[in-house]
């Protein structure tokens, strides 16, 4: 499986933007995918995930309310919709294949992409 970021780039501060993670193929129906992030000079933290399956999925409490995963089935895509965006949000966003099945999801992944940077500005 081969995980594709793209979407990232530079967005001012509340304003929004839209990255996309593909995946080469979708191994399985319920197959779930989780968004990563890494701030300069900070270690990589969890974002949210979603189980392309039924919808499910969990956020960290940062981005409640300003983000949202998506799923595009038809594309093989899973997207991370960022609202009001914030400086704290810069960094590399990285997805990964998780268990989207708790809030202990990010404990479990395998395949990574490669990242797409997001620079939020004031």
């Known amino acids: 499986v081969q995980l594709v970021e793209s979407g990232g780039g530079l967005v001012q501060a509340g304003g929004s933007l839209r990255l996309s993670c593909t995946i080469i193929p979708v191994p399985f129906d319920d197959y779930s995918v989780g968004w990563f992030r890494q701030a300069p000079g900070k270690e990589r933290e969890p974002v949210g995930c979603?189980?392309?399956?039924?919808?499910?999925?969990y956020y960290t409490d940062s981005v409640k309310g300003r983000f949202t995963i998506s799923s595009d089935i038809a594309k093989d895509t899973v997207d991370l919709q960022m609202n009001n965006v914030k400086l704290e949000d810069t960094g590399i966003y990285y997805c990964?294949?998780?268990?989207?099945?708790?809030?202990?999801?990010?404990?479990?992944?395998?395949?990574w992409g490669q990242g797409t940077q997001v620079t939020v500005s004031s």
């Open positions: 979603i189980m392309r399956s039924d919808g499910t999925t």
């Open positions: 990964a294949d998780t268990i989207c099945a708790n809030d202990m999801w990010y404990r479990q992944t395998d395949h």
